[in-house]
């Protein structure tokens, strides 16, 4: 595909973007359901400019046509790629993030600013104890310092078209995510509760933890989202787990006690804006404020639920203050019962992955 028609597509996403979708999703129909992007490469191109524009958006000139504005911003990418020293930090504070934040953060990092102009990495998941092994197996793959089966992809085929992943022996996650059920550290014959299972990358991982013996109660709002679960789960063939919906409310799927619960709970997601640039221009400090609201009712709607000595883990891919310490510190007040383990913030540039917030308690 010529650059003059990678732009064209990319543009004509662009269109659908402005009318309101966002562009991950409008990536993902327009790409998956036009028969004419097969080819990866071409997907992959046209991904790319797209993000690349959401990426560089404060710095390209709004009356220009889509198409002028798509290449000063791969030519932006491309500079800074080559120097990204060239680009100062007021630059960056000033143009790659919204006015809002600073009020909402208690730092910004000035390394995370030039992270954040990066193409994302692509991290995969093996299954527990596998990683070394399919290192060998296939190539461009580079583990993680924080965990053997947490690969770094460098190549350029299409993972999910590959053998392996369709036998279930990875999958795609990125590593903030694999840090999240590593630090739940499930047993083996334990009960869990993945709250907000959503797609089932979590529950994946802890069955995969738990040698799929125990159970896992994987919930959540979407019931199209916990369809999607169980067919992923087919795949990797997960067993030890029941999805049931749930609201969210005082209404608990189930009466039972656990010994872990995970509240992966909904957010602004400021951690994943360098795979997802568009969201740095539709997130608003509104947001922030109902989604704490949101985050601070799973945690204590579940906190009944741990059996003595049992473990709740708090999890989000954001980092604005009200969502991450927060939200801990007003629950740790008001939940005398729980012990507070550990709070920590993952930072994109120090991981080389999405950025993530992780508190844990034990009950007494
Ligand atoms: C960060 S995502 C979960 C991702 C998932 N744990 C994974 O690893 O793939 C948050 C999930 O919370 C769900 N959710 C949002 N509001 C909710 C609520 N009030 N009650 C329960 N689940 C909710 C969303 O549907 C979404 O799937």
């Given at each position: 595909?010529?650059?003059s028609?990678v732009l064209?597509?990319a543009?004509?996403?662009?269109k659908l973007v402005?009318?309101?979708?966002p562009?991950d999703?409008?990536?993902?129909?327009?790409?998956?359901?036009?028969r004419?992007?097969t080819?990866?490469?071409e997907?992959r191109g046209?991904?790319?400019a797209?993000?690349t524009?959401?990426?560089?958006?404060?710095w390209?000139?709004?009356?220009?046509?889509?198409?002028?504005?798509?290449t000063a911003?791969l030519?932006?990418?491309?500079?800074?790629?080559?120097?990204?020293?060239?680009?100062?930090?007021?630059?960056?504070?000033?143009?790659?993030?919204?006015?809002?934040?600073?009020?909402?953060?208690?730092?910004?990092?000035?390394?995370?600013?030039p992270?954040?102009q990066r193409?994302?990495?692509l991290?995969?998941?093996?299954?527990a104890g596998t990683?070394?092994?399919?290192?060998?197996?296939l190539?461009?793959?580079?583990?993680a310092?924080?965990?053997?089966?947490a690969?770094?992809?460098?190549g350029?085929t299409?993972l999910?078209?590959?053998?392996?992943?369709?036998?279930?022996?990875?999958?795609?996650?990125?590593l903030a995510?694999q840090l999240?059920?590593?630090?739940?550290?499930p047993?083996?014959g334990?009960?869990w509760w993945?709250?907000c299972?959503?797609?089932?990358?979590?529950?994946?991982?802890?069955s995969?933890?738990?040698?799929?013996k125990?159970l896992?109660?994987?919930?959540?709002?979407?019931?199209?989202?916990?369809a999607?679960?169980?067919e992923?789960?087919?795949?990797a063939?997960?067993?030890n787990?029941?999805?049931a919906?749930?609201?969210?409310?005082?209404k608990?799927?189930?009466k039972t006690?656990f010994?872990?619960?995970?509240?992966?709970?909904?957010?602004?997601?400021?951690?994943?804006?360098?795979r997802?640039p568009?969201a740095?221009?539709?997130?608003?400090?509104?947001?922030?404020?109902?989604?704490?609201?949101?985050?601070?009712k799973?945690l204590?709607n579940?906190?009944?639920?741990?059996k003595?000595g049992?473990?709740?883990?708090y999890?989000?891919?954001?980092?604005?203050r009200?969502?991450?310490t927060?939200?801990a510190?007003a629950?740790t007040?008001?939940?005398?019962?729980?012990?507070?383990?550990s709070?920590?913030?993952?930072?994109p540039?120090?991981?080389?992955?999405?950025g993530?917030f992780?508190?844990?308690?034990?009950?007494k």
């Amino acid at each position: 595909m010529s650059t003059s028609a990678v732009l064209n597509n990319a543009a004509r996403i662009l269109k659908l973007v402005q009318t309101g979708t966002p562009a991950d999703q409008a990536l993902r129909d327009s790409l998956t359901q036009d028969r004419h992007f097969t080819a990866p490469a071409e997907r992959r191109g046209i991904s790319r400019a797209v993000f690349t524009y959401f990426r560089w958006w404060r710095w390209l000139g709004e009356r220009d046509s889509l198409q002028k504005q798509l290449t000063a911003a791969l030519e932006l990418q491309a500079r800074f790629d080559k120097n990204p020293a060239g680009f100062k930090t007021e630059a960056l504070a000033a143009r790659a993030v919204p006015d809002w934040l600073k009020a909402e953060m208690d730092d910004i990092p000035p390394s995370w600013l030039p992270q954040l102009q990066r193409d994302p990495p692509l991290w995969i998941r093996a299954k527990a104890g596998t990683g070394v092994e399919l290192v060998k197996k296939l190539s461009h793959f580079t583990p993680a310092p924080q965990s053997a089966d947490a690969l770094r992809y460098s190549g350029l085929t299409d993972l999910y078209r590959t053998k392996e992943f369709q036998a279930g022996e990875f999958e795609i996650q990125d590593l903030a995510s694999q840090l999240v059920s590593l630090a739940c550290a499930p047993q083996p014959g334990e009960t869990w509760w993945d709250a907000c299972a959503g797609e089932g990358g979590k529950t994946m991982h802890l069955s995969d933890l738990m040698q799929n013996k125990g159970l896992i109660w994987a919930s959540d709002r979407s019931l199209r989202r916990l369809a999607k679960l169980k067919e992923r789960a087919a795949r990797a063939k997960v067993f030890n787990f029941r999805a049931a919906p749930w609201e969210g409310d005082a209404k608990l799927p189930t009466k039972t006690k656990f010994d872990g619960i995970l509240i992966d709970a909904p957010c602004t997601g400021v951690g994943t804006w360098q795979r997802n640039p568009h969201a740095r221009w539709t997130t608003t400090p509104k947001d922030v404020g109902e989604l704490a609201a949101v985050q601070a009712k799973l945690l204590s709607n579940v906190a009944g639920s741990l059996k003595p000595g049992g473990r709740l883990v708090y999890s989000v891919c954001t980092l604005t203050r009200a969502e991450t310490t927060g939200v801990a510190t007003a629950f740790t007040a008001a939940h005398p019962e729980l012990a507070p383990v550990s709070a920590q913030t993952l930072w994109p540039h120090e991981l080389d992955a999405n950025g993530m917030f992780i508190a844990t308690w034990r009950r007494k």
